[in-house]
């Protein structure tokens, strides 16, 4: 074998395993790291651009409200609020952020990810029947359900990436606060995510995808989108 080709093979492979697949949050290069908007007299870092630290005050690292709870999604029975960067500017570069959802009797926060975060949730109130879902390492084609009813007290994680729900089961209303090892966790919703996109995917792509009429597929357009 060509020495300079092996070489060459060698660099390009140790690049490509050395490439992140995906963005998570730094640890923190610095004490503090405020967010601000304002791009004069500011250092970029990552995540936000970072107020001059002697502009910092105690307000940057404060929110309240999560005693109440935040907005309703229509349809879903849910009202969620999330406390991350964009509230609390402080939390930048942190790598966390925390969030409270509640949920009437048979509400639903429907199958969703994190991308760049795993959740952990304590429930204040309620019962919840909550579940995750893991690919199944002997077939991808297939996934293995961890799920658990969960009680006034009771802590669950939801690992980073995995689709999962929260779903009232109880009579009464459910709450629960929710923490992220990420300062913007992001969030993906299944069904809103393929049937609510803009411009839609192609019906043919759906109907295979999915093994559904072009009836349905369109049902399912109006009922996400
Ligand atoms: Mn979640």
Redesign the pocket.
């Known amino acids: 074998m060509n020495m300079w080709w092996f070489i060459t093979t060698l660099a390009i492979t140790a690049f490509i395993c050395n490439s992140p697949a995906y963005a998570y949050d730094n640890n923190p290069l610095q004490d503090i790291c405020v967010a601000v908007n304002d791009s004069q007299a500011a250092v970029f870092v990552n995540g936000k651009i970072c107020k001059d630290p002697k502009f910092a005050t105690a307000n940057d690292f404060f929110a309240s409200g999560l005693n109440v709870s935040g907005t309703a999604v229509p349809g879903s029975g849910a009202a969620a609020k999330f406390l991350t960067v964009d509230n609390i500017p402080g939390l930048n570069t942190l790598g966390i952020s925390i969030g409270r959802i509640d949920l009437e009797p048979q509400g639903l926060?429907p199958l969703?990810?994190?991308p760049r975060a795993t959740?952990l949730i304590t429930v204040l109130e309620g019962t919840l029947y909550v579940g995750f879902l893991v690919p199944d390492r002997a077939n991808f084609f297939k996934s293995r359900l961890f799920s658990k009813i969960l009680y006034p007290g009771d802590v669950f994680v939801?690992p980073i990436g995995l689709i999962?729900f929260?779903f009232n089961v109880g009579n009464k209303k459910a709450t629960y606060l929710?923490a992220f090892n990420s300062q913007n966790p992001g969030?993906i919703f299944i069904p809103n995510s393929i049937f609510g996109s803009n411009p839609p995917i192609p019906d043919d792509v759906l109907t295979q995808g999915f093994q559904l009429s072009k009836t349905q597929i369109t049902e399912l357009r109006r009922k996400f989108s």
Request: aromatic share 20%.
């Open positions: 926060a969703h990810t994190h959740e939801f999962h929260q929710t969030f």
